[in-house]
């Protein structure tokens, strides 16, 4: 039984950092990608960024690139979202998620993806 469980967020000030966990339990995700989400309140949800194993390559929403990062640890099927100079519109609820299928591309699209966690608050106010 695979469960996502995240962490790292917090209330932060803009232009702060927060590094995001997802880790995983119960299942290898070696071969599946992992993308994070957000929503915020009122919004519909939003696909941040993206990784798949078989390069290490990511993709990223436009308003984050040059400011957040992906990372993962096959290992210990752990994912990382770094988030630096974050500003007020990135304050919402982030979640992981696991690819529906074993790929070698990603996407943000949430129904390709089939497992998520419950999610870790960001808030960015002054």
């Known amino acids: 039984h695979l469960q996502l469980v995240e962490s790292g967020g917090g209330l932060v000030q803009p232009g702060g950092s927060l590094r995001l966990s997802c880790a995983a339990s119960g299942f290898t995700l070696t071969y599946y990608p992992i993308g994070w989400f957000r929503q915020a309140p009122g919004k519909a949800p939003e696909g941040v960024a993206c990784?798949?194993?078989?390069?290490?390559?990511?993709k990223y929403v436009d308003s984050v690139k040059g400011r957040f990062t992906i990372s993962r640890a096959n290992a210990n099927d752990t994912t990382w979202l770094q988030m630096n100079n974050l500003q007020p519109e990135d304050t919402g609820l982030y979640y992981c998620?696991?690819?529906?299928?074993?790929?070698?591309?990603?996407?943000?699209?949430?129904?390709?993806?089939?497992?998520w966690g419950l999610g870790t608050q960001v808030t960015v106010s002054s």
């Open positions: 998620a696991v690819g529906r299928d074993p790929t070698t591309t990603c996407t943000m699209w949430s129904q390709d993806y089939g497992n």
């Open positions: 990784i798949v194993t078989s390069d290490g390559s990511a």
